[in-house]
């Protein structure tokens, strides 16, 4: 455990049944009893029951209440204990978030951030903060004199907690929440459950970097996963993942929405013309280091503004207990892996260039992207017919792609990956034809036309034309394979 502050403890007898309740943090004002679900408020030294809490959504994650590490904050190494745990429900899922105490007293934040993780500490913002509705996806605000831009707008519900914690909105009332990024992968949370609203600024980390100890056991991760019926078809479904939020039925492929939970009710969606996977669902792999286990598959389709061709390409869903959710997409142009960012790169005024982390990248596709056909299990509400505006950029550093919808900006980055690699990732070595594309090479940035590039362009319209005089005025439509995504599809900037 972390080192405990220079400051005295208080534990009192639970008002509903008596077990002992211990604050550490001076900042906690709520408790959950560990016993009977009871939360408590501190007064004082006086502990009053305000009601019972819902049951934690179980899931399988690595962390636990009295988790222990270290952080890196303003050049100190930080020591901090997790004490308190709240999970939220939105639009774009449910999520968690615990409470961090801090060496020095205070309390920051450890939460889920598209499938990894983000540690965020209170800050004051300088200002006073405008209502909800006055943000706007994709604007610009600042923070204390730094730019953000706004990347979710939407509402928020707190559905359980655990443990110790700080002041809490009241249980099941929505509350409205904003998130900013940066372009040097900052992020910064609003919250409108707290009067006044509550902001926390912070960055991504990765687990191993914070050296917990006091994790779940290995053995955490073979527990049986949640069972129902497909409301559809009525075959057997379970459920590997709490984070999961839609899930595909074995047996007819149709789309169930656990967005409610397994206790909750059940939608379900059809599919058909289905777009088998070259690797299947449940493989395991080594990419980049970290061992992967492929979890959900989906196929999508993508049409440049005022063409009628369409292309397609096919994302992976990864998952790491540790590294959370990545992306392994499949297009003509080639495989590629990437995950959300959690900063929001700086697209130039033109739309013709975006920066991030110092980097330069290039716009090379804009195009309308829409989900077709899904496999497998989702940290986000999938449904077939989702739809964004995207638009993918390159350096020679690697890949990024940004995706809007009505209520969210989300990026992602990533780097080119050979053929080669994948198939022994997977030790698909007897489908390497299958897999095989175009291998990477380093990307250029489009510049001016030189003159043999002229000439060579005169000489393919003049073959062109030729062609076109001697054919019978066949339709010029269809499909193009070409083009395709950069890659993931996430659902929400917030932490989810």
């Known amino acids: 455990m972390a080192t405990d502050p220079t400051q005295r403890t208080y534990r009192a007898p639970c008002p509903g049944c008596g077990a002992p309740v211990e604050f550490k943090s001076a900042q906690s004002t709520h408790a959950v009893c560990g016993y009977c679900q009871s939360t408590v408020v501190r007064s004082g030294d006086v502990l009053t029951r305000v009601g019972k809490m819902a049951e934690l ?30 999970q939220y429900k ?50 610009t605000t ?3 004199g730094k730019p953000y831009s706004v990347a979710y707008t939407g509402q928020a519900s707190l559905i359980s907690a655990q443990g110790e914690l700080p002041k809490l909105p009241p249980l099941g009332h929505p509350f409205d929440m904003v998130e900013l990024r940066s372009a040097e992968g900052e992020v910064v ?74 206790g909750g009710e059940l939608r379900s969606a059809e599919q058909d013309e289905p777009v088998r996977p070259i690797i299947p669902l449940g493989s395991k792999g080594q990419l980049q280091g970290v061992h992967w286990q492929v979890v959900g598959f989906q196929h999508r389709m993508g049409v440049e503004p005022g063409d009628d061709e369409h292309f397609g390409w096919s994302e992976y869903l990864l998952y790491n207990q540790k590294r959370g959710f990545a992306f392994l997409v499949d297009s003509e142009e080639g495989w590629s892996m990437v995950r959300p960012t ?43 017919g989702q739809k964004t505006t995207n638009r993918d950029f390159a350096s020679v550093k690697g890949l990024l792609s940004m995706e809007q919808s009505p209520h969210e900006v989300t990026w992602s980055a990533g780097d080119k990956l050979s053929s080669d690699t994948v198939a022994k990732a997977f030790k698909l070595e007897d489908k390497a034809d299958a897999l095989q594309r175009d291998d990477p090479g380093p990307f250029v940035a489009k510049s001016g036309l030189g003159c043999a590039t002229i000439i060579l362009i005169a000489v393919v319209i003049l073959i062109l034309l030729i062609i076109l005089s001697n054919c019978s005025g066949s339709s010029g439509s269809g499909y193009r394979s070409s083009g395709g995504s950069f890659g993931g599809y996430s659902s929400g900037g917030s932490h989810k």
Request: charged letters at 20%.
């Open 57 to 86: 959504f179980d899931d399988h994650s690595p962390l636990q209440l009295m988790a222990s590490g270290r952080i890196t904050l303003d050049g100190k190494d930080v020591p901090f204990t997790l004490i308190g745990r709240l």
């Open 90 to 139: 939105s639009d774009a899922g449910v999520w968690t978030e615990w409470a961090a105490f801090l060496n020095d007293g205070t309390l920051a934040t450890l939460g889920e951030d598209n499938g990894a993780y983000v540690f965020t500490r209170p800050i004051d913002p300088g200002r006073e903060m405008p209502e909800a509705a006055r943000f706007r996806i994709g604007t």
């Open 142 to 144: 600042a923070i204390n």
């Open 189 to 262: 949370s609003i919250d409108y459950g707290h009067t006044p609203p509550s902001v926390e600024r912070g960055k991504s980390v990765l687990l191993d970097d914070l050296e917990l100890k006091g994790l779940k056991d290995e053995s955490a991760k073979d527990e049986k996963g949640r069972q129902f019926n497909c409301p559809h078809c009525g075959a057997p479904v379970q459920v590997q993942l709490a984070t999961t939020k839609s899930i595909t039925c074995g047996s007819c492929a149709s789309v169930i929405d656990l967005s409610s939970g397994v």
């Open 342 to 384: 959690t900063g929001a790169p700086q697209m130039a005024a033109t739309g013709r260039s975006a920066t991030y982390m110092g980097t330069k990248y290039d716009l090379k596709y804009t195009y309308e992207a829409e989900t077709t056909y899904v496999l497998g299990e989702f940290y986000w509400q999938v449904t077939r």
